[in-house]
């Protein structure tokens, strides 16, 4: 059986770049924050010669703005900015209703050592202009929508958890979009840092320029290093009731396995593949990405089974049907 299949699946790679804007290690002293009515502002301090200006939206830098307020709750160590919040790093753009930071005191081991030089033998309070603090969780909500150069992601609901090195969009209507692709899905997308792995969960698809789908439960990206550094996709596997959509044809199979290297798609268990009223059954089946066949597998000491129907004679009594009505 000949698929004539394209699908190039590319799950939410955006994930990292909403990883990169709350990332780890990102330090109050690090954050700049702006109002749209900001309070009088107070005497600015003074800029010695030899101190270089960093660069806007550099690497480093997180910087809030708000059209409402920004709020710095000390009992709850956390700041929170309201009213179209927006915050930037890198080339990275956070945007929700409501922005809340969560920080917590740095280890006198990582605290910065031109704080302990510059105040020796004082307690530093932590707070926003200590610099010896660090945000370890941030919650956007309501209208969250993340930017990352070419990629985007949308929904009600996202959370950074530093200690579980994870990222966590929730919503009604869950999305993320590539120039190639579109993901969505009904529970979550996720990105979780140590494992270097995107997941979509909950009724998962990743919709193809071309019209290709690949859908299931569960849609999870496998990430890899390539030699410059840079994060690049290399398999993605679906779990529970995984369809791989063309226009011609339809696979079902209980799991799938797509390698982008290989270009080659796997699907295991349950598997049928159709092509109009044709059906072809096995245990597995293996699809080659880039000259759209197909083929089908049968399990141990099992047969593969075709069916296939004759559109002639299915032709006549539907237009016999017709003709009666």
């Known amino acids: 059986m000949t698929q004539r299949s394209r ?8 994930l990292i770049g909403v990883a990169a804007c709350i990332a780890p290690g990102t330090r109050a002293e690090q954050t700049k924050v702006k109002t749209a009515k900001p309070a009088a502002p107070s005497a600015p301090a003074p800029v010695q010669a030899n101190q270089a200006k960093p660069p806007a939206h550099d690497e480093g830098t997180l910087e809030v703005t708000s059209d409402r307020d920004l709020e710095w709750l000390q009992q709850d160590h956390a700041y929170v900015a309201r009213g179209n919040a927006v915050a930037k790093r890198g080339t990275v753009t956070l945007m929700a209703d409501t922005l809340i930071a969560y920080y917590r005191p740095l280890s006198a081991a990582s605290a910065p050592a031109k704080d302990k030089a510059a105040h020796p033998g004082t307690a530093q309070q932590s707070g926003f202009d200590s610099g010896n603090t ?21 929904g009600d609901r996202a959370e950074y958890d530093k200690d579980k090195s994870v990222i966590v969009l929730t919503g009604s209507a869950l999305k993320a979009t590539t120039l190639e692709d579109t993901v969505t899905a009904r529970d979550s997308l996720e990105y979780w840092q140590d494992q270097d792995m995107a997941v979509a969960r909950g009724n998962a698809k990743i919709v193809k320029v ?18 410059h550094g840079t994060s690049v996709l290399k398999t993605i596997e679906s ?3 995984v369809v791989v959509t063309t226009p011609t044809d339809v696979v079902h199979g209980d799991e799938g396995v797509y390698d982008l290297t290989a270009k080659r798609t796997v699907l295991f268990g349950n598997v049928i593949a159709t092509h109009g009223d044709n059906a072809i059954k096995g245990a597995s089946a293996e699809v080659n990405m880039d000259t759209g066949v197909s083929q089908v597998f049968p399990g141990v000491n099992q047969r593969v089974i075709a069916v296939f129907q ?12 017709s003709g009666k009505q």
Request: hydrophobic content about 40%; glycine content about 10%; overall charge neutral.
């Open 7 to 14: 699908l190039r699946p590319l799950l939410a790679v955006l």
């Open 134 to 154: 660090e945000i370890w969780r941030v919650v956007a909500e309501g209208k969250v929508h993340v930017i990352s150069e070419d990629k985007d992601a949308w």
């Open 210 to 227: 071309n019209g290709d789908t690949l859908a299931g439960d569960l849609i999870g990206g496998h990430f890899a290093k390539d030699a």
């Open 239 to 241: 779990k529970g009731n």
């Open 310 to 321: 004759r559109q002639s004679n299915s032709a006549k009594p539907e237009t016999a049907k």
